[in-house]
Each structure stands twice: as C-alpha cells, then as structure tokens.
C-alpha cells in the first residue's frame, strides 16, 4: 500500500449532502480579501461555499449547526466515520480503489477459484446495495446474506494472520486526501474519533496503522477476524456488521458512547444511507453533522439532507 504524497490536500470526492462543508480546514484556504466587517466564522463559512461540489439543501440550518460547534469547543466534539469509501479513496487516477474486503480478496493468501466466487457475489449483490429503487427494509436480507457468504468463503482460505500486513502493504488502497490532517488534528486536540465499519476490522486497522494515524484517540468498531493457536482464521467474532445494521451496532455500544457523554456534539461521515444511524448511541446529543459522500452512479442520486 502507497502512501499518500499529498498529506494536506482537501478530499476531491463529490458529497452529498448539507453538511460537508467541515471537510477543508480553515487554516488551508486561500488569503481572504472579503468585507472586514464580517467575523472569522463568516468568511469560513463563505469559503467552503466556493467549492463547486458541494451541496447543503438548508444552508441556514449547517451554519447554525457550526456556529454552535464552533462556540461549545472542541471538548465538546466527537466524530463519527464510515471507512470504506469515506475515509479511503473510491477511485484514484479512474480505477476503482479496493475496501478492506477488497484488499484480502485480491491477495496471495485467497485462491482464484475463491477470487471467482467472491467476484460473483460481488456482482450480484453490490448492485443491489446501491439501488436507490429499492427500501432497507427489501436490502436487509439480501446485505446479511451477502456478506455471510463472503465470510464463510473466506474462513474456508484458511488465512495465516502473519499474512495481514502484506496483503495490505501490496494493495492500492488509500485513504482520501488531506487524510494526515484530518487524523492528526483530531489526535493533537484529543477528539474521539469512531470508525464504525462494515468491513474487516483487522485490515482497516492495518491501513491506518501503515500510513502512521492510528492515533491513541482512535477507536474501531468492525468485524474481527478469530484465528487459532496457529494464527489461521477460523470464524469471524462476533454479531455481523453490515451497512444495515450500525443502528444495532451503536446501541450495542453504548458504554463507549457513555465515556464520551460530556461530548455531545457529533461529527458523522459516511457514504451511504446506513451509516444515518451510526451515532444512535450517543447520549444527550446537542448537534449532528452529517456529511455524506456520493462516490458511486452519482447522476442517478440526488443529495439529501442529513443535518439535524
């Protein structure tokens, strides 16, 4: 896996939603010339407005929402983020970069005929994910039934742990622009960051860990692997995580929402209709601000609003 050159750079994926104007720091835009009369806030939020690919259906309600933020500190933030496709890159220079689940299966330690199998579930299910026709309520089934069949291939490869490091270190996957900032900021001023995900947990980690922003403020919640005495994989710990069901997932973790529970203002990111409910955990919550990326078929999905 490559690092990434340019640390500060603000991501360039497309978001949908009201609610990515936090993404760019105001200590990387350009130098101002706009009316002395209006306040630091003001001028920010007249910043991020420039950038052409950002879409707030109530613009009112996200500068309402920052200037609480803004006014409460930073002791009173936590974020809350996707990782597949949010804080990793969908595609980088026209090809399709890969998730965590990618990651293991286009490496040494699976086989072609599991390569073969595992694309083919790939290709019928992920349409299936994405299909803004149909409801949760239609996908639930069919999400749990896809990634059961995904882990029980995988089980089945007998996958050494000693052999995580390397798929990830030969994979492309990256994380987005302007990543170092990101993780680094929130570690220096000691702001909770969750990554709540659907993917592998043991490779996410490996990916953060490899590009050195697996802070100490860092928490994951994701599927584990459970491997034996030997270090081979034999079943995945736990309940299934899927992008359908990180309602259940944060309710089940509320002793982690509980410790932050002087931290009532939330950061939320994620690239899909799922991830709304990954801060449903957090107790006393003040303000959400949710930014959603648009990564995929994006002329076919319109921006909805996720500000609350």
């Known amino acids: 896996m490559r690092k990434n ?10 978001a949908a939603s009201q609610t990515q104007n936090s993404k760019r720091p105001c200590s990387d835009s350009p130098k101002r010339t706009e009316n002395p009369q209006l306040t630091p806030f003001e001028i920010f939020f007249k910043e991020i407005e420039k950038f052409s690919k950002l879409h707030m259906k109530d613009r009112d309600r996200v500068q309402e929402i920052l200037q609480s ?46 390569k073969k199998k595992l694309q083919e579930l790939l290709d019928k299910y992920y349409p299936i994910e994405i299909d803004s026709t149909l409801s949760v309520e ?37 994380l987005r622009d302007g990543y170092q900032y990101f993780f680094d900021h929130l570690n220096e001023h000691s702001i909770p960051l969750l990554i709540f995900s659907a993917g592998i947990g043991d490779i996410l980690e490996e990916v953060i860990r490899q590009t050195e922003v697996f802070h100490p403020n860092v928490k994951v919640i994701s599927n584990y692997m459970d491997f034996d005495e030997s270090g081979v994989l034999k079943a995945f710990k736990g309940e299934l995580i ?8 944060a309710l089940l973790n509320t002793g982690h929402f509980q410790e932050l529970r002087t931290r009532t203002n939330v950061l939320l990111l994620g690239d899909s209709l799922g991830d709304l409910n990954m801060a449903d955990g957090v107790q006393d919550m003040e303000n959400i601000l949710k930014i959603g990326f648009l990564n995929d078929k994006v002329s076919k999905k319109h921006a909805r609003s996720y500000a609350h």
């Open 242 to 249: 899927h992008i359908y069901n990180k309602k259940e997932g």
């Open 5 to 14: 050159k340019n640390k500060r750079q603000p991501a360039k994926r497309k």
């Open 69 to 114: 933020m803004q006014k409460a500190g930073s002791k009173t933030l936590q974020v809350i983020s996707d990782f597949d496709m949010t804080l990793t890159r969908f595609e980088y220079n026209g090809k399709r970069c890969p998730t965590c689940h990618n990651i293991l299966e286009r490496s040494d330690a699976i086989s072609s005929d599991c």
């Open 138 to 174: 239609e996908k639930l089934p069919l999400m749990v039934e896809w990634w059961t069949k995904a882990h029980e291939l995988l089980v089945n490869q007998k996958i050494k742990k000693a052999g995580l490091a390397k798929a990830v270190k030969d994979s492309e996957a990256k």
